[in-house]
């Protein structure tokens, strides 16, 4: 899927949480974007899911407008937020279930795909259980199970690694998120963790105050010093000072 | 510092600085909230819904029995207006469910309708009010009503409302129709229903039934046979706790509105921070652990058959199910949602403000005209008022009420200004918040309140302007109606017109703003869009108020002119029923014409359904 944001800009009441925002995502990527609390990270991934509408510029999905309105274009794409939603009083399976149909793809789903997923992601024992009695990472896994069965074409991931997920989670989802690029899928996500910015994407982004600050692709951070002033720990830090 | 154990004063104030810090470990177990918050919170509901609803029924009767009080039932009935609206627009994007399937590709018109099937419940409530309200209003006005009319009249109200929530179909012309088909089908039966003898043999042992069983039947039928003043105590005894039986059913309606606070994450709102008050704050409660559910949560080992035979009863529970089954899974979700996220959410949102504030509206607008009702002086209804804010810790409210009832006593002609109409001034100028974040669009900002201008000036002009209103719209139907009464044309049919024009002049701007929305790039998530919301809301605002004065004004006519009555197929009592009816089906046009605003608004930008 191809996405391109043109002077992407939204504000909240008076304040603009992003502002001139130009980007181009393509099929194959993974796209890590990094920065300080309140910088816009999270805001640009509603605006990319359609959850939101920007206040100024443009979005165009496939050459698309609006993603609301087109359904097939929302099956697309899928966005987890830091805190999924997931329908509370219903088990695992009934929520993937609901997931699968909302997407269309309940058929083209096999059972024996939903029960792997759930056995990679430690969900077996859990699959009758409410979403209400699961912990903080189950949680977040019962809604990855969605997205690793659905396998959109822009995945859009919130603090993915701040989820209270456990390592082998992790693991699942970068592996899986490695696949879904050789296949042609786009992953967005935003951390906090550097170390894993570094290492699991293919363009870093730096937002600092709304704005695009900085880019690096994977040779530029495979260049970069783990430590020192060109570090991006450093760079980082260089943000928040100047605040 | 050192504290010395004898410093008795110092130990109490660290103590009371100690309880306020931990307020649910040494408060008194009379202050403690119930460990079930939900029932005693319907309980109470239920009280405040019986006293209101009937405060607001007598206020009809002291307008029947004294002309001048229409003025006070203008205002009360402004004050009940405005409640309705605000109820309207609080219900919009109160249902957790909708968070989690806004994320999903789901058409918004499913999720849409969805919502507006909810947001019928409160109109059903303020419904039955408006039905009773007529119904005690009609039956104070003669003998010659016909009992069985009254009680048809709130129940046509809330079968044709139901069947449309129930009927609402995702299209508007759809939706349109069935609401003007349903409004023809309950004028056209309630006038023609005794000239065709099968029809009326159905419907007779059925308004028998209602007679029998019903609130308002019980009410028109003890109204009926007593003089027309004098009754207010039986009344108000027999009237409260019929009353109660459908507070109960509204209370329960009441407990599934919810507000989820996630919903300011889906639409990109940032978070806020909430501030407890009082004596609300129990953390007990708050962190009550959600109960596990029964039978087998879990299983020893991990079993991929286990997880099969799980996967398939979930495919086929959700079998044959369309995708507007979400919605079916939405308000299964409501239902069981746990009460302590229930005590939250009843807590985090402003929706309980605005029915505090509008219910004390409410109160000091019809507390006079009940006084008089039940004969008592108002002035002490009013003092006994005072008395309850002071002692509810609200000083300055006491002292507003307290000091023109003093001055009562020093200047006694003022008597009738202060406990009359300086109530309803109040009661608008409360309300006026309401009105305010009606005014100033739905989706904007955490509270009502906060949208209202603070500025003086700001609020003159919403005086004046409701003021204005008045005029505007209550001169040329009054002076259409006088003409047509003149001219032997009739009062009704003449009011209805008026009316009807004020409604169609009024109605169009609003359509045509909520046709510019959707075809908005952005819709209401942008400045022109909001504005325009705004101006489509001031228009339904406009149109429920012109309704109301109109109505106010024929009933103050009719009332004046005592005995004026419009022969009709030679039954003159049926020419009182044009009024309820008339009430009920401009009502629900007016209510078609919000509804019909919000959905071609919301239908484009679902996501930003309001966060009330």
């Keep these: 899927m191809d996405v391109v944001l043109r002077g992407l800009g939204k504000r909240f009441r008076a304040e603009d949480v992003l502002t001139e925002v130009d980007l181009d995502l393509g099929p194959g990527q993974t796209v890590a974007l990094i920065g300080l609390n309140g910088a816009g990270k999270t805001t640009l991934l509603r605006c990319l899911a359609g959850v939101i509408a920007p206040s100024r510029g443009s979005i165009r999905w496939n050459g698309g ?16 937020p830091d805190s999924p939603l997931l329908i509370e009083d219903q088990s695992v399976v009934q929520n993937v279930v609901m997931f699968l149909r909302a997407y269309g793809r309940e058929d083209a789903v096999t059972d024996e795909a939903v029960v792997g997923v759930l056995g990679e992601l430690d969900l077996l024992e859990h699959c009758d259980a409410t979403v209400a009695t699961l912990s903080r990472g189950q949680r977040y896994k019962t809604a990855l199970a969605t997205l690793l069965l659905i396998r959109p074409e822009l995945w859009l991931l919130d603090e993915p690694f701040a989820s209270g997920m456990d390592p082998q989670g992790m693991q699942t989802l970068k592996r899986h ?22 290492r699991f994407c293919d363009v870093l982004l730096v937002l600092d105050r709304g704005r695009l600050a900085q880019r690096f692709d994977r040779g530029q951070l495979r260049a970069m010093p783990a430590e020192g002033p060109d570090s991006l720990g450093e760079r980082l830090s260089a943000f928040r000072e100047r605040r | 510092m050192t504290l010395r154990i004898d410093d008795s004063r110092r130990v109490r104030a660290l103590g009371r600085t100690a309880r306020r810090a931990l307020p649910t470990r040494s408060r008194p177990w009379w202050r403690r909230r119930a460990r079930r918050p939900e029932g005693r919170r319907g309980l109470k509901d239920v009280v405040w819904r019986s006293f209101l609803t009937l405060l607001t029924a007598c206020c009809g009767l002291r307008a029947v029995s004294d002309p001048i009080a229409v003025q006070m039932l203008s205002l009360s009935g402004l004050v009940f207006m405005q409640g309705r609206i605000v109820l309207l627009r609080n219900q919009l994007g109160s249902d957790s469910a909708l968070a989690t399937l806004a994320q999903l590709p789901v058409p918004q018109p499913s999720i849409f309708n969805f919502q507006l099937r909810r947001q019928w419940l409160p109109a059903l409530w303020t419904g039955l009010d ?9 039956s104070a006005q003669g003998d010659a009503a016909p009992w069985a009319w009254l009680p048809i009249v709130a129940f046509s109200h809330v079968a044709v409302t139901d ?5 609402l179909a995702p299209r508007w012309p759809t939706f349109s129709l069935t609401l003007l088909g349903g409004s023809a089908a309950l004028g056209w039966a309630t006038m023609q229903g005794h000239r065709i003898p099968w029809l009326w043999t159905a419907v007779e042992p059925v308004l028998h039934a209602i007679r029998w069983l019903t609130p308002w039947g019980w009410l028109n039928a003890m109204a009926g046979q007593m003089p027309r003043v004098g009754f207010g105590p039986v009344i108000l005894l027999l009237g409260g706790l019929a009353t109660w039986c459908w507070a ?18 889906v639409a990109g709102r940032p978070p806020q921070t909430w501030q407890y008050v009082g004596d609300d704050l129990d953390m007990e409660d708050a962190a009550e652990p959600v109960a596990p559910d029964e039978g087998p949560a879990r299983v020893a080992a991990a079993d991929p058959q286990w997880a099969l035979a799980a996967l398939s009863r979930a495919r086929d529970t959700l079998s044959g199910q369309s995708l507007n089954a979400l919605g079916w899974a939405g308000a299964r979700t409501l239902r069981r949602c746990s009460a302590d996220e229930r005590w939250l959410v009843d807590r985090l949102g402003p929706r309980g403000g605005d029915d505090v504030r509008w219910r004390w509206a409410l109160l000091l607008a019809a507390l006079p005209a009940a006084a008089a009702v039940a004969g008592v002086s108002p002035r002490w209804a009013l003092g006994g008022l005072a008395l309850v804010l002071l002692a509810r810790g609200m000083p300055r409210g006491a002292l507003l009420l307290a000091l023109p009832i003093g001055f009562t006593f020093v200047v006694p002609p003022a008597a009738w200004v202060v406990c009359n109409l300086f109530p309803c001034v109040i009661a608008v100028l409360i309300s006026i918040p309401l009105l305010g974040g009606t005014w100033t669009g739905l989706p904007m900002g955490s509270s009502v309140l906060g949208q209202l201008p603070r500025s003086w000036w700001s609020l003159m002009r919403i005086m004046l302007t409701l003021t204005g209103l008045r005029l505007v719209a209550g001169i040329p139907i009054t002076t ?24 169609v002049v009024l109605w169009m701007p609003c359509l045509c703003a909520s046709r510019i929305i959707q075809r908005t790039p952005g819709g209401l998530d942008t400045a022109m869009g909001r504005r325009l919301l705004s101006f489509g809301n001031l228009c339904c605002v406009l149109i429920q108020m012109a309704v109301a ?13 005592s005995g004026t009555t419009i022969p009709l197929d030679g039954r003159p009592e049926l020419s009182a029923l044009l009024i309820p009816c008339a009430a009920i089906a401009l009502s629900l ?24």
């Excluded at chain 2, 408006?130 to 009609?138: P, S």
């Excluded at chain 2, 069947?163 to 009927?167: C, K, P, Q, S, Y």
């Excluded at chain 2, 109960?248 to 994450?265: F, K």
């Excluded at chain 2, 004065?549 to 002119?561: E, K, S, W, Y």
């Design chain 1, 177 to 198: 998120g490695q696949s879904a690029t050789a296949t042609g899928s786009c992953v967005v996500y935003t951390t906090q963790i550097i170390e894993i910015a570094e």
């Design chain 2, 480 to 503: 259409l109606v006088i003409l047509a009464l003149h001219f032997g044309i009739g009062a009704v049919p003449a009011a209805v017109a008026a009316t009807g024009s004020v409604v």
């Design chain 2, 248 to 265: 109960w059913s509204h209370a329960r309606m009441r407990a599934s509105w919810r507000i989820d606070p996630r919903w300011r994450e």
């Design chain 2, 589 to 612: 046009v007016t209510s078609a014409a919000h509804l019909a605003l919000l959905r071609h608004a919301y239908r484009r930008t679902v996501d930003l359904i309001p966060i009330t």
């Design chain 2, 549 to 561: 004065v109109a109505l106010f004004t024929v009933t103050a006519i009719l009332t004046v002119n």
């Design chain 2, 130 to 138: 408006a039905a009773g309200f007529w119904a005690v209003v009609w």
């Design chain 1, 65 to 80: 407008d609006s993603v609301r309105d087109d359904m097939d274009l929302h099956r697309r794409l899928m966005f987890l």
């Design chain 2, 163 to 167: 069947g449309m929530a129930r009927l």
